[in-house]
T-cell receptor, first 115, second 113 residues
Framework: KQEVTQIPAALSVPEGENLVLNCSFT??????LQWFRQDPGKGLTSLLL?????REQTSGRLNASLDKSSGRSTLYIAASQPGDSATYLC??????????????FGKGTKLSVKP | DAGITQSPRHKVTETGTPVTLRCHQT?????MYWYRQDPGHGLRLIHY???????DKGEVSDGYSVSRSKTEDFLLTLESATSSQTSVYFC????????????FGQGTRLTVV
């Protein structure tokens, strides 16, 4: 059974700091991995999608890496800002011989960036 | 938001009453999902659909049923609501042409009293 773990559960940093959020998964047979952001009381916003054949994806100040063999992904946030404060969720899509396996989520890392 | 609308956004209902949540998409994507989000459990899949009238169970399907009579609408029904079904419910779609990226609706907060 696929399990996704995110460490740490919560993180508080001063503005301007570079930071890394971690995600690990137990079954390397994934189709892709997706990072989301969730603001309080809101839905999930997709940040980055990494296919199983890729090593990393970048969008602005965000960089996500994937090491499928070791079951790990990291989300790197450069020069953090108070507006980055949110919960960050990692999800892996199972590979059932095709693209439409279901997403399995971690419980998230709650990030607080202090001005 | 990938054209996903959930309704209602908030609902309070009594134990034992039926409740239906609606998810509407504007872009005719084939796959649609219902998740629930609870503290300590994260997001868990309830049911999903891979086409009109084609649905399947997820991890936490007991007490829930779904229907999809049109591509754009995916309904989640709680036949007889219980307090354990108090949760935030999210609808999602998968966009196959974008490497199977998932997009989520804004959620429905359901309270069963």
């Amino acid at each position: 059974k696929q399990e996704v773990t995110q460490i740490p559960a919560a993180l508080s940093v001063p503005e301007g700091e570079n930071l890394v959020l971690n995600c690990s998964f137990t079954d390397s047979a994934i189709y892709n991995l997706q990072w989301f952001r969730q603001d309080p009381g809101k839905g999930l916003t997709s940040l980055l999608l990494i296919q199983s054949s890729q090593r990393e994806q970048t969008s602005g100040r965000l960089n996500a890496s994937l090491d499928k063999s070791s079951g790990r992904s990291t989300l790197y946030i450069a020069a953090s800002q108070p507006g980055d404060s949110a919960t960050y969720l990692c999800a892996v899509r199972r590979n059932y011989g095709g693209s439409q396996g279901n997403l399995i989520f971690g419980k998230g890392t709650k990030l607080s960036v202090k001005p | 938001d990938a054209g996903i609308t959930q309704s209602p956004r908030h609902k309070v209902t009594e134990t034992g009453t039926p409740v239906t949540l609606r998810c509407h998409q504007t872009e005719n994507h084939r796959y649609m999902y219902w998740y629930r989000q609870d503290p300590g459990h994260g997001l868990r899949l309830i049911h999903y659909s891979y086409g009109v009238k084609d649905t399947d169970k997820g991890e936490v399907s007991d007490g829930y049923s779904v229907s999809r009579s049109k591509t754009e609408d995916f309904l989640l029904t709680l036949e007889s609501a219980t307090s354990s079904q108090t949760s935030v419910y999210f609808c999602a779609i998968s966009v196959a042409g974008m490497g199977t990226e998932a997009f989520f609706g804004q959620g429905t907060r359901l309270t069963v009293v």
